[in-house]
């Protein structure tokens, strides 16, 4: 039996910690085996297919996340900002696991030099699979389709 | 067919020093529309791989500098390159990256129709140029095409561009390096590629990648992040293989210098020697064997024995043969550039080869790659900042003195020298001095 309140509570808090920049916390809510993906194109049905954008385990996700709390990392000199808007989640089960959909928009802003290009647009569709772990629902993958996957992207730093 | 050369009033020999190069070679863009014309315009350039194009009709867009081209395999089996381009009003012929075309192009504004090589099959409502003009001369320019172990090369210089062999020269062998890695002798193009785009001129990512000394620094955050997560790893082969690209920046400088650079006509260069490899499938008991299967074991051992890191072949793509990488550089502007990568199997290897190739282009190519990001940044910044103050000649003197071999197909240099980037700005020189 899926709690909607509970799924949806779950993929807001995600995307708020990332906000925060709380990113202890946010790997907190993933599983250990977890996959954190945004695959290169959206007809990818396993990120083995071909080249992603992210495709990151646990301890790729803490070296990314490690990497922009440190002033030496240029491409995140300074950090970015992000603000994630979540709209439309549907929790459903599919082969026994509790799988959310949400349409989401990132926006991100860094101080480059000031003008429009520091700030950009991120969106798709985000795919939460589900896994109860010791009575607490966990996020086993995150896949993110951007609706511009297959296009060219400037420097990312910040999750999506 | 050559392109316009644009009526140029700089001079690009006054740009070039035996040390140093004029700042404007990034900033200005009546550089970058004689580069186009004289540069990209004249090398061969990677386009595209046979295994894209599998069946008659199939076609992939590719770029040659700013200009658009469709290569398409005809009902014949060869492959075929053409403007994109309509020759009625100049409408470009392809909307599509890639697809089939088992037909022809169609123009989509008054339905002209042309064959794979440029041929125009017919016009609607032909009758309306009755007199006019022979259907004969109103084809789609072609592009000059040639091959070399699948690899389709292209050079808009047509019949005055010398052959593809003489320009691939030394540099063939980092190709062969690709293809004699597989166990069957047959690679294929993955099917999809990673794109990533920077504000900066496209020849920051050539002075970049053979660059052995900005690692430690532009990429020093990787390495204190990937140290700190693998200090809590109980076992050292747990490390995830990105993070060992991450900490492969932190190696000390020595270790470089000790290493090859390998420069050669026409702008190219590589580095090769121990750099040893986190990605490649060398180490796989089942790739080994099935390799020595095919190729008997002294020829295995001589392919596996290659190493090298990274080839730039000058001005337009990057080859990665020990990981089955390839990217091709786009130049948008002369402040925006795109990358694109490729991913090759290596056909008849295990599935874990094409999967270990897979994660090293997604860290090679991604824009969120955590040292590719940090690249990026440094190419745009280098864009902003040669805009300012009076010091207008950017150095690339380093290790002027150090050359360790010279022969008729290569010179020999550390590979913490810039020898590379001297290299890139002879041909530089020779492209842009000859109208």
């Known amino acids: ?160 | 067919m050559a392109l316009h050369d644009p009526q140029a009033t700089l001079d690009p020999a006054a740009l070039v020093r035996s040390d140093a190069v004029h700042r404007s070679v990034y900033t200005d863009p009546a550089v970058f529309d004689l580069e186009m014309a004289r540069i990209f315009g004249r090398a061969w350039l990677y386009l595209a791989h046979d295994s894209e194009l599998p069946a008659p009709g199939d076609y992939v867009v590719r770029h040659m500098g700013t200009q658009s081209v469709i290569l398409t395999r005809d009902k014949d089996g060869a492959v075929k390159a053409i403007h994109n381009r309509c020759s009625h009003r100049g409408a470009t012929l392809c909307a599509f990256r890639k697809g089939s075309a088992p037909h022809g192009h169609q123009c989509p504004y008054h339905g002209w129709m042309f064959e794979p090589d440029g041929a125009l099959r017919f016009i609607p409502w032909h009758q309306g140029y009755e007199g006019q003009f022979d259907k004969s001369e109103m084809g789609v320019a072609q592009v000059r095409l040639e091959t070399y172990r699948g690899f389709i090369f292209g050079n808009l210089a047509g019949e005055a561009a010398p052959p593809l062999d003489h320009f691939l020269g030394h540099m063939r062998s980092t190709i062969d390096d690709l293809v004699d890695r597989s166990p069957t002798g047959r690679v294929e193009c993955g099917p999809y590629v990673l794109r990533h785009y920077y504000r900066a001129n496209w020849k920051m990512t050539f002075e970049n990648l053979n660059d052995t000394i900005h690692p430690g620094f532009a990429h020093a955050a990787s390495v204190v992040s990937a140290k700190s997560v693998a200090q809590t790893l109980e076992r050292r082969e747990d490390l995830a293989p990105t993070l060992g690209m991450m900490l492969a920046n932190g190696k000390p400088v020595q270790f470089f210098q000790d290493l090859d650079m390998i420069t050669a006509p026409g702008g190219h260069s590589y580095i090769g020697g121990h750099m040893g490899a986190d990605y490649s499938p060398d180490t796989q008991d089942a790739y080994t064997r099935a390799l020595i299967d095919f190729h008997g074991p002294d020829k295995a051992r001589d392919v596996l024995r290659v190493d090298r890191h990274l080839m730039l072949l000058y001005p337009s793509s990057f080859w990665h043969a020990r990981y089955q990488t390839v990217r091709i550089l786009r130049p948008v502007r002369h402040d925006l550039t795109e990358m694109i990568g490729f991913v090759f199997r290596l056909v008849g290897a295990p599935d874990e080869t094409y999967r270990n190739a897979v994660e090293y282009c997604t860290g090679a190519n991604s824009a969120a790659s955590p040292v590719i990001s940090d690249d990026l940044e440094i190419y745009e910044r280098c864009l902003l900042g040669n805009a300012q103050g009076p010091r207008e000649w950017v150095p690339f003197s380093r290790g002027a003195h150090e050359d360790r071999e010279r022969t008729n197909a290569f010179t020999r240099t550390p590979a913490t020298s810039e020898a590379y980037i001297r290299n890139q700005f002879a041909a530089w020189s020779d492209y842009m001095g000859r109208a």
Not at chain 1, 24 to 42: K, N, Q, S
Not at chain 1, 53 to 82: V, Y
Not at chain 1, 135 to 154: P, Q, T
């Open chain 1, 1 to 160: 039996m899926i709690d909607d309140g509970e799924v949806s509570r779950l993929v807001h808090l995600e995307a708020r910690l990332l906000d925060d920049q709380r990113f202890d916390e946010w790997i907190a809510l993933f599983t250990e085996d977890c996959r954190y993906w945004v695959p290169g194109h959206p007809e990818m049905s396993d990120p083995t297919e071909g080249p992603s954008h992210f495709h990151d385990d646990r301890q790729l996700m803490r070296a990314r996340t490690h990497r922009l709390a440190n002033p030496r990392a240029f491409g995140a000199e300074p950090a970015p900002r992000t603000a994630h808007v979540v709209s439309g989640i549907l929790a459903e089960e599919r082969d026994g696991a509790v799988v959310a959909t949400s349409s989401q928009i990132m926006l991100e802003w860094r101080d480059r030099d000031g003008f429009e290009a520091d700030k950009r647009l991120f969106g798709g569709r985000v795919t939460h699979r589900l896994r109860r772990e010791d009575g607490v629902l966990r996020i086993a993958e995150k896949r993110v389709d951007l609706i511009d996957a297959e296009a060219a992207f400037n420097a990312m730093a910040a999750p999506l």
